[in-house]
């Protein structure tokens, strides 16, 4: 099985809004609503900002959203802020005990 | 609070086996809610989940690696294990342990902070 389809970039500038899609299959993204994102600064680990498609974990600001439609899911962050300068994984449960991560997007704020 | 605390080799041999060890404090390994996995990253490469077990030694691992991959459990010491054979150049990453949510969902809530392992002679 592939990697999950990311875009290599994406951009905005701060107070708006961007949105990062995550593409699989009907045997992944499309079948299960077990998409998760984290966020890597250069040199650290990934941290988990949300999980079962749009779920966030205690701490991680309401500015991050996530959603599911068919085999794509879509993380969404508002109000940007120079901290969220960082790359983006997601990943999805693919079935039979496997886990798919996405190739990763640059999230850069201009 | 959970840590995760990976060690291990930085430097393995092609067609040698990499090992590594993943400490955890600050909670018990011996949990029905959560399996414990690793995880790697090629340098400037995205994630790759390479396997995960539970404390009772129930163990998943990616089909891609599968025939290559080890993972065990020391529960009297709070670790667990990945063992990766006949390595090449193309395993050279980071590797990361994380507690691995895998009942009734799916995801990594904690993470270690990684460990660099290169393959070469």
């Known amino acids: 099985q592939s990697a999950l389809t990311q875009p290599p970039s994406a951009s905005g500038s701060p107070g708006q809004s961007v949105t990062i899609s995550c593409t699989g299959t009907s045997s992944d993204v499309g079948a299960y609503k077990y998409v998760s994102w984290y966020q890597q600064y250069p040199g650290e680990a990934p941290k988990l900002m949300i999980y079962?498609?749009?779920k966030r974990p205690s701490g991680v600001p309401d500015r991050f959203s996530g959603s599911k439609s068919g085999n794509t899911a879509s993380l969404t962050v508002s109000g940007l802020q120079a901290e969220d300068e960082a790359d983006y994984y997601c990943?999805?449960?693919?079935?039979?005990?496997?886990?798919?991560f996405g190739e990763g997007t640059k999230l850069t704020v201009l | 609070q959970l840590q995760l605390q990976e060690s291990g080799p930085g430097l393995v041999k092609p067609s040698e086996t990499l090992s590594l060890t993943c400490s955890v404090s600050?909670?018990?390994?011996?949990?029905?809610?959560?399996?414990w996995g690793w995880v790697r990253q090629p340098p400037g490469k995205g994630l790759e989940w390479i396997g995960s077990?539970?404390?009772?030694?129930?163990?998943y691992s990616s089909p891609s690696l599968k025939s290559r991959v080890t993972v065990s459990v020391d529960t009297s010491k709070s670790q667990f294990s990945l063992s990766l054979s006949s390595v090449t150049a193309a395993d050279t990453a980071v590797y990361y342990c994380?507690?691995?949510?895998?009942?009734?969902?799916?995801?990594?809530?904690?993470w270690g902070q990684g460990t660099l392992v290169t393959v070469s002679s």
């Open positions: 079962d498609v749009n």
């Open positions: 990943s999805s449960y693919a079935g039979d005990n496997n886990v798919l």
């Open positions: 994380a507690r691995h949510v895998l009942l009734g969902t799916e995801f990594f809530d904690s």
């Open positions: 077990i539970s404390y009772s030694g129930n163990t």
């Open positions: 600050g909670g018990s390994i011996i949990t029905n809610d959560y399996y």
